[in-house]
């Protein structure tokens, strides 16, 4: 392959990622940023071993959906190249900046943003700096395996192929110089994660009522249908002495949670504690804490695992922040396909009843 086909390839592919990357609507994903080090293996004609040396990199971007992102990206160290006498080689180094391309081959064949492991493609060009060489133009493509540790933090292991022009290396013998990267890094997302590029978190208004605001609803109603017997000519009202009527003590309370989530956040907290004030109030009172997940989304098993850790998260909530004992909790999750709401993006939810 010469210069022209190899640098026209590259650019093909960083072109197309790019461009389908923008085609996209782009949603609210997480910036990242990358921290890498491994070695860099410069191709020549002395034995494999002596062409080592060690490569790293730093690289900050974001996933504008769930398949298609951007980086721009600094690497570089230490490459190797043969003399020409002997298998002996020398040593010089070099830096790059380029602009790559990323497409998630693992969202792409099936979506779903809490996989444990990803696979991405990368294509890039940029520019290569070589301190001791010819500086050139560069086009590169490989893979990165990302092992998700976390909501902020995963684990990569990256492969990239890498070319730029003869005499980089300080050698005129190809049409092309190449030299690989293997490298292992960190990748943190700023924020609360990867997060499902399609799919809107929809907070919910609280709602609880007090022992007194539900008599007063209730007397609301019997005066309303009082007034509307009264005014039926053929109907004679007796209207009874009695004392209004008395509500059984109770509250119910809810806590949303955003697609494939199930920690609690700030604005949710408030129904917990709502929860936990009133059982405070009430020693003999307890609560039931049930979890749901919404199956629109997801397969059955894993649907089953997020209502089961919501309901523990909001359990965990009310015994380790609010004091609340956990004899007087009742904790359930959804069992097949059941859901509290019409809306399906509703079902993300735990009930928090207390009598």
Not at 42 to 71: C, E, I, N, Q
Not at 106 to 131: K, M, T, W
Not at 197 to 226: D, G, K, L
Not at 324 to 337: H, Y
Request: glycine fraction near 10%; aromatic fraction near 10%.
């Amino acid at each position: 392959m010469n210069r022209k086909t190899f640098f026209a390839c590259i650019a093909l592919g960083a072109m197309s990622l790019a461009a389908s990357a923008q085609e996209k609507e782009p949603e609210e994903n997480p910036w990242f940023i990358q921290g890498q080090i491994g070695m860099t293996y410069s191709t020549g004609d002395v034995p494999f071993g002596k062409l080592l040396s060690p490569g790293g990199s730093v690289a900050v971007g974001k996933y504008f959906t769930h398949v298609w992102g951007a980086r721009l990206a600094f690497s570089g160290w230490a490459g190797r190249a043969g003399t020409g006498y002997k298998d002996l080689a020398s040593g010089f180094y070099f830096g790059s900046v380029t602009v790559d391309g990323m497409m998630n081959l693992s969202q792409l064949i099936r979506r779903y943003h809490e996989r444990p492991f990803d696979v991405s493609v990368l294509a890039g060009i940029g520019f290569n700096r070589s301190f001791s060489h010819a500086s050139s133009f560069m086009g590169r493509l490989g893979l990165q395996g990302s092992l998700r540790l976390n909501e902020a933090m995963d684990f990569n292991v990256e492969l990239m192929a890498n070319g730029v022009s003869d005499r980089w290396n300080g050698r005129d013998d190809h049409g092309i110089d190449t030299y690989f990267d293997l490298s292992v890094g960190l990748t943190y997302k700023f924020g609360t994660g990867f997060r499902c590029a399609n799919c809107t978190s929809v907070e919910y208004p609280e709602v609880v009522y007090t022992e007194e605001e539900m008599n007063e609803m209730i007397n609301m109603e019997r005066e309303q249908a009082v007034r509307e017997t009264a005014a039926k000519v053929d109907t004679v009202l007796i209207e009874p002495d009695c004392p209004p009527a008395q509500v059984v003590q109770g509250i119910r309370s809810h806590v949303t949670f955003a697609i494939g989530r199930t920690v609690i956040t700030d604005s949710q907290e408030m129904n917990v504690q709502a929860i936990a004030n009133y059982l405070k109030e009430h020693p003999d009172s307890k609560a039931s804490v049930t979890g749901y997940a919404d199956k629109g989304t997801g397969t059955p098993e894993i649907n089953h695992r997020l209502a089961r850790q919501r309901a523990e998260a909001v359990r965990d909530c009310l015994v380790n922040k609010y004091g609340i004992q956990p004899e007087r909790l009742t904790v359930s999750s959804m069992e097949g396909d059941e859901q509290p709401f019409a809306e399906n993006d509703w079902n993300r939810v735990v009930i928090m009843i207390a009598d």
